[in-house]
Nanobody, 115 residues
Framework: QVQLVESGGGLVQPGGSLRLSCVASGSIFSVGPMGWYRQAPGKQRELVADLSSHDSTDYADSVKGRFTIWRGNNKNTVYLQMNSLKAEDTAVYYC?????????WGQGTQVTVSS
């Protein structure tokens, strides 16, 4: 089993910033893709940012230029820097890690952008 623990969510005003982190532990034996999805009430879960095994990145159009994803030096931690936050960014953010064809998920962390 792979366990993922997110942290860093919270309440922030529009225009503010948050940094999310996700630490993978358990049966980890390779560098795998990691990233973030988010889901707001009444909306589909959407990919926010992805890191490949070789650290190439992909971002949703809605967050390009505002969010940045990177891997920690231990290769099992992923970060998401969220700047210029908008109300539309309010959602539960889930990190994931892929290994041996399976996708493992964290429990999610709530991000609320409101004045």
């Amino acid at each position: 089993q792979v366990q993922l623990v997110e942290s860093g969510g919270g309440l922030v005003q529009p225009g503010g910033s948050l940094r999310l982190s996700c630490v993978a532990s358990g049966s980890i034996f390779s560098v795998g893709p990691m990233g973030w999805y988010r889901q707001a009430p009444g909306k589909q879960r959407e990919l926010v940012a992805d890191l490949s095994s070789h650290d190439s990145t992909d971002y949703a159009d809605s967050v390009k230029g505002r969010f940045t994803i990177w891997r920690g030096n231990n290769k099992n931690t992923v970060y998401l820097q969220m700047n210029s936050l908008k109300a539309e960014d309010t959602a539960v953010y889930y990190c994931y890690r892929d290994q041996l064809g399976r996708r493992y998920w964290g429990q999610g962390t709530q991000v609320t952008v409101s004045s």
